[in-house]
């Protein structure tokens, strides 16, 4: 009888409307797509039914099927399988809402961002290819929302900008690094000025006199700086820029070591900003399979299958010592060494300093570095944390610096890092404090580029997360039969396409591990030839596999955040990176799977030894491939 007393609320995406003295409202997904399961929100709104209701059971019927829901907090979900063009009808004893529902095919969820990528290498203007593809995705909205084409393509033209650009921007972690990307630009810009990354270059140079060992260096540079994987493209890539340019590296080269070093040895290190987030992910896959097992442990197993990361960093070293190139990256390289003093920025406007001194550049990104691990340090401390005795000092730090708040870390190394480089060039009286303050907003303007690239790129990420584009392919890609023995190569498929088209390794690894790990370990355990240690085996490469499939698909991906960074850092045109850099991750991704991930699923050798057999087989198709190129460049008289 209790239920006669409610009634229910008529909503729409645009406005709430309140049907006499209706004590609820419903609240529909933000966008409704077919064939998927979505929640409808139910939500007490008069005070005197609160209390009456709350904690009760409560039967609701939507569609002629019954769903018995509980209020907390005044507020209850629904979950329900939209599978056609249909009258949605809710009923509550005597009371009905009902409304008309066009829900949108879930397979057109992946046109925003196959757009968007395939106008970015086709047109090479990135800029118009993020635009159409947010476009693309918010006329989808408005057009199975009920508006007429026109109407529809009108209203998605504006909602591009005040939904979800705005709500890119609005977001902390993304407004964060705009803002570290933009002092940091500053602090770069008036180290150049003050006569720091001139000394710096005289430095390196010094020890990297060819394009192979300036390589190295890079390369170096990118793996010691391995606790942040966008500190590591902004730094190494605006720090290492002037050399390639006077070594005659091409600064599509240059991108690619930026690139190919940050995620994976971020992603691999045991201390660093992504650790708190995939020690998180793992620990709510083995909660769901109820194993007895700690996340770090599964992470440490894991690692042995983590072959992309691994070889990558191999392969980046390979590539710089045996001075071979192949694909697009030839061309570029070929090309920088036969006319490398064109591509050196000509230096036309006065210099304020007498004396390069490599300590005005070397000291703002020493406070950077030290300063982002002091800034995880102090954001994830916790005395009981540390005094733990169940954990070894390597999995507590681990522990503290995932729990550790990445972007405040940011904020504070980087504003520290431009205060020492002021500091440095007023004691110094290399410039007054009126011409010091108009290069860094100088260089506050040069990132303007890289701020649009990524804001335009989060807002295909978000028109991506509305339509369920990686729910679409992870469901597709599961309905597939496969061996339990193929399990780790399929989700290392899925997890790449996947962040090919959400430009977001760690969304990907948000969508899968939920997914993919109780699944994987259910078909593990139901296969009468799998015993419980070739399952777990399987499983640690499976939580592998996802971790490194994200990788490759954010390294291919043109709407990839660190990828539009390292691009920019590097002063490479952004679809020439992605262009030049897709043929050599691929390499190393077919590799990883054929040699690595698909035999050590049947556990027939160590993974180690499969480790060292890709290695051998990306030096062959280099050997093979590639053609040489000179590495000793004389400066023109």
Same mark, same amino acid.
């Given at each position: 009888?209790?239920?006669?007393?409610?009634?229910?609320?008529?909503?729409?995406?645009?406005a709430q409307?309140?049907l006499g003295?209706s004590c609820?409202?419903?609240e529909?997904p933000?966008?409704?797509?077919?064939?998927l399961?979505?929640?409808?929100s139910?939500?007490?709104?008069?005070?005197?039914a609160?209390?009456?209701?709350?904690?009760?059971m409560?039967?609701?019927v939507?569609?002629?099927?019954?769903?018995?829901v509980?209020?907390?907090?005044?507020?209850a979900?629904?979950?329900y399988d939209?599978?056609r063009?249909?009258?949605?009808?809710?009923?509550?004893?005597?009371?009905?809402?009902?409304k008309d529902?066009?829900p949108?095919?879930?397979w057109?969820?992946?046109?925003?961002?196959?757009?968007a990528?395939?106008?970015?290498?086709l047109l090479r203007?990135v800029?118009f290819a993020l635009f159409?593809g947010?476009?693309?995705?918010t006329?989808l909205?408005?057009?199975?929302q009920?508006?007429?084409?026109?109407?529809?393509?009108g209203?998605?033209?504006l909602?591009?900008?005040?939904t979800y650009?705005?709500a890119?921007?609005?977001d902390?972690g993304?407004?964060s690094?705009?803002v570290f990307?933009m002092v940091i630009?500053?602090m770069?810009h008036?180290i150049?000025?003050?006569?720091?990354m001139?000394?710096?270059?005289n430095?390196?140079s010094g020890?990297?006199?060819?394009?192979?060992?300036g390589q190295?260096t890079?390369?170096?540079?990118?793996?010691?700086?391995?606790?942040?994987?966008?500190?590591n493209?902004l730094?190494v890539g605006?720090t290492m820029?002037?050399m390639?340019d006077?070594?005659?590296?091409s600064?599509?080269?240059?991108?690619?070591?930026?690139d190919s070093t940050a995620a994976p040895?971020?992603?691999i290190?045991?201390v660093t900003t992504?650790?708190?987030?995939?020690l998180?992910?793992i620990q709510a896959?083995?909660?769901a399979?109820g194993l007895?097992?700690?996340a770090y442990s599964v992470?440490?197993n894991?690692?042995a299958y983590?072959?992309y990361?691994f070889l990558?960093l191999?392969?980046?070293l390979m590539i710089?010592?045996?001075?071979r190139e192949?694909g697009?990256?030839?061309?570029?390289e070929?090309?920088?060494r036969?006319?490398w003093?064109n591509?050196?920025?000509?230096?036309?406007?006065?210099?304020h300093?007498k004396?390069?001194r490599?300590?005005?550049?070397v000291?703002?990104?020493a406070v950077?570095?030290?300063g982002?691990?002091a800034?995880l340090?102090h954001?994830g401390?916790?005395a009981?944390?540390?005094?733990r005795?169940d954990?070894?000092t390597m999995e507590?730090?681990?522990d503290?610096?995932?729990?550790?708040?990445?972007?405040?870390?940011?904020?504070?190394s980087?504003?520290?890092?431009?205060f020492?480089?002021?500091?440095?060039?007023?004691?110094?009286?290399?410039?007054n !404090?009126r +011409? @010091?303050?108009e290069?860094?907003?100088d260089?506050? %303007? /040069?990132?303007l580029?890289?701020? #649009?690239?990524?804001?335009?790129?989060w807002?295909?990420?978000?028109?991506a997360?509305? !339509?369920? +584009? @990686?729910?679409?392919?992870?469901h597709t890609?599961? %309905? /597939?039969?496969f061996s339990p023995y #193929?399990i780790?190569a399929f989700?290392?498929?899925?997890?790449a396409l996947?962040?090919?088209s959400t430009?977001?390794s760690?969304g990907t690894?948000a969508?899968l591990?939920?997914l993919?790990?109780?699944?994987s370990w259910?078909?593990?355990?139901a296969h009468?030839e799998?015993?419980t240690?070739?399952?777990?085996?399987i499983?640690y490469?499976?939580?592998s596999?996802?971790?490194?499939g994200?990788?490759?698909?954010d390294?291919?991906?043109p709407i990839?955040?660190t990828?539009?960074?390292?691009s920019i850092?590097?002063?490479?045109?952004?679809?020439?990176?992605?262009?030049?850099?897709?043929?050599y991750?691929?390499?190393v991704?077919?590799?990883?799977l054929?040699?690595?991930t698909?035999p050590?699923?049947y556990?027939?050798v160590?993974?180690?030894?499969l480790m060292?057999?890709?290695g051998?087989?990306?030096f062959?198709?280099?050997?093979l491939?590639g053609?040489k190129l000179?590495?000793?460049?004389?400066?023109?008289?």
């Amino acid at each position: 009888m209790l239920i006669l007393l409610w009634c229910l609320v008529v909503f729409s995406a645009q406005a709430q409307q309140r049907l006499g003295s209706s004590c609820l409202k419903v609240e529909l997904p933000v966008v409704v797509m077919r064939q998927l399961e979505q929640q409808i929100s139910l939500q007490i709104v008069s005070d005197s039914a609160f209390g009456r209701f709350e904690h009760q059971m409560v039967t609701i019927v939507v569609n002629g099927k019954p769903s018995e829901v509980v209020f907390e907090r005044n507020k209850a979900l629904i979950a329900y399988d939209f599978p056609r063009d249909e009258t949605l009808r809710i009923e509550a004893g005597e009371f009905v809402w009902q409304k008309d529902v066009t829900p949108i095919p879930l397979w057109m969820s992946v046109l925003p961002p196959l757009v968007a990528i395939l106008l970015a290498l086709l047109l090479r203007e990135v800029f118009f290819a993020l635009f159409t593809g947010i476009l693309s995705g918010t006329f989808l909205m408005a057009f199975y929302q009920g508006n007429g084409f026109f109407p529809a393509l009108g209203k998605g033209f504006l909602s591009v900008m005040d939904t979800y650009i705005m709500a890119s921007l609005l977001d902390r972690g993304h407004m964060s690094i705009i803002v570290f990307s933009m002092v940091i630009g500053g602090m770069v810009h008036l180290i150049s000025k003050n006569g720091g990354m001139q000394g710096v270059v005289n430095r390196l140079s010094g020890l990297a006199r060819n394009a192979r060992m300036g390589q190295f260096t890079t390369w170096l540079l990118g793996v010691v700086i391995f606790f942040d994987d966008y500190a590591n493209t902004l730094v190494v890539g605006n720090t290492m820029r002037p050399m390639a340019d006077r070594m005659g590296i091409s600064r599509a080269k240059l991108a690619y070591l930026v690139d190919s070093t940050a995620a994976p040895v971020a992603a691999i290190a045991f201390v660093t900003t992504w650790i708190g987030a995939e020690l998180s992910y793992i620990q709510a896959g083995i909660d769901a399979i109820g194993l007895q097992m700690s996340a770090y442990s599964v992470f440490f197993n894991s690692l042995a299958y983590s072959f992309y990361p691994f070889l990558t960093l191999a392969f980046l070293l390979m590539i710089v010592f045996s001075g071979r190139e192949y694909g697009p990256m030839l061309a570029s390289e070929r090309a920088a060494r036969l006319s490398w003093h064109n591509n050196i920025e000509p230096i036309t406007e006065q210099m304020h300093y007498k004396k390069p001194r490599a300590i005005n550049a070397v000291l703002p990104v020493a406070v950077i570095i030290f300063g982002t691990l002091a800034g995880l340090l102090h954001t994830g401390w916790s005395a009981e944390e540390w005094a733990r005795t169940d954990l070894n000092t390597m999995e507590k730090l681990s522990d503290i610096f995932g729990r550790g708040d990445s972007y405040t870390a940011l904020l504070w190394s980087s504003i520290s890092s431009l205060f020492t480089a002021l500091l440095l060039t007023l004691v110094q009286r290399i410039m007054n !404090l009126r +011409t @010091a303050v108009e290069h860094i907003v100088d260089g506050f %303007r /040069i990132m303007l580029t890289a701020i #649009l690239i990524l804001t335009l790129a989060w807002s295909v990420a978000l028109v991506a997360e509305h !339509l369920h +584009t @990686a729910d679409f392919i992870a469901h597709t890609l599961m %309905r /597939i039969s496969f061996s339990p023995y #193929l399990i780790p190569a399929f989700t290392f498929v899925m997890a790449a396409l996947v962040a090919f088209s959400t430009g977001t390794s760690w969304g990907t690894m948000a969508i899968l591990y939920p997914l993919i790990l109780p699944a994987s370990w259910m078909l593990t355990e139901a296969h009468p030839e799998i015993d419980t240690a070739h399952g777990l085996t399987i499983f640690y490469s499976v939580v592998s596999a996802v971790l490194a499939g994200s990788i490759l698909g954010d390294h291919v991906s043109p709407i990839s955040d660190t990828t539009i960074l390292s691009s920019i850092s590097s002063g490479c045109n952004h679809i020439e990176h992605v262009r030049t850099q897709m043929p050599y991750a691929l390499t190393v991704g077919m590799v990883s799977l054929l040699v690595g991930t698909i035999p050590a699923a049947y556990g027939f050798v160590s993974p180690w030894w499969l480790m060292l057999a890709a290695g051998v087989v990306l030096f062959l198709l280099i050997r093979l491939l590639g053609k040489k190129l000179p590495q000793t460049i004389q400066e023109p008289s």
